[in-house]
């Protein structure tokens, strides 16, 4: 997010060119309308904004999501960047870079943070609706089309969860486990761990799906993983 629009453009046609899906944003307001239409797996955030405040939205941010941010700034004194730093940014550019080094920055930002932040729910408050179903982030309860209310389980409604937040996008297994924050056992191959994530998969759509057997919810993608193949809505419920 960037007040200047020429700078906003250059930076979004270099990192499309670089294979980014890029969305522009010139406004806090409009950044939480990207966050809250679909799933962002990093924030370029410029500290000077007008009458905005980077380093304040930085912190706003921080608050309610887990998505990667990246300060952009002319100010680079040390003081500048530890103020970034300590409210959440995951890494500060100093004006003017080279567009390569910015790409390299974003690059291993998204290496070193786990994917996971950006299947997760950007906030714990919120009703999502698909296919007639219902879920209550605050309240965590799930809504059949018929008016029933369905129990899961903590590991199902983490999955109901990363899925609601990226529909129409596949997931693999890894990163569903990732999300559900599955702690690393040595022991465990990766083998195990995927047909783990099939049996989650199978209990949760044996409670939502029609017909368990033929899945029209919850749709497998051969060789990637599962995908919600609704529409998700969104209101504040």
């Known amino acids: 997010m960037d007040d200047d629009a020429e700078m906003r453009e250059m930076m979004t046609h270099f990192l499309q060119r670089s ?39 930085c ?20 003081h500048q960047r530890m103020a970034g730093y300590e409210v959440g940014a995951d890494d500060y550019i100093a004006k003017p870079f080279n567009p390569d080094l910015l790409l390299a920055r974003v690059r291993a930002v998204l290496r070193r943070v786990r994917r996971a932040a950006s299947l997760s729910y950007r906030r714990n408050t919120g009703c999502y609706h698909f296919a007639g179903w219902r879920y209550d982030a605050k309240r965590d309860e799930v809504t059949s089309p018929q008016g029933f209310q369905v129990t899961l389980s903590r590991r199902e409604t983490g999955l109901l969860r990363a899925l609601l937040a990226n529909p129409h996008i596949p997931l693999t297994r890894d990163e569903i486990a990732q999300t559900l924050e599955t702690a690393p056992d040595p022991a465990q191959t990766p083998e195990a761990t995927g047909r783990a994530i099939d049996v989650l998969v199978g209990r949760l759509r044996s409670k939502i ?21 609704v529409d998700v809505t969104r209101d504040e419920g």
Do not use: C, W
Request: charged letters at 25%; proline letters at 5%; zero cysteines.
């Open 59 to 78: 912190q706003n941010l921080r608050s309610q999501h887990d998505v990667p941010i990246i300060l952009v700034s002319a100010l680079s004194a040390d």
């Open 19 to 57: 294979g980014f899906m890029v969305a522009n944003a010139a406004t806090e307001a409009e950044i939480l309308t990207e966050l809250d239409q679909g799933r962002v797996d990093l924030i370029l955030l410029d500290v000077m904004l007008g009458d905005e405040n980077g380093v304040r939205i």
């Open 209 to 229: 799906e029609p017909n368990p057997k033929d899945p029209q919810l919850l749709r497998t993608e051969r060789g990637l993983g599962y995908v919600l193949a």
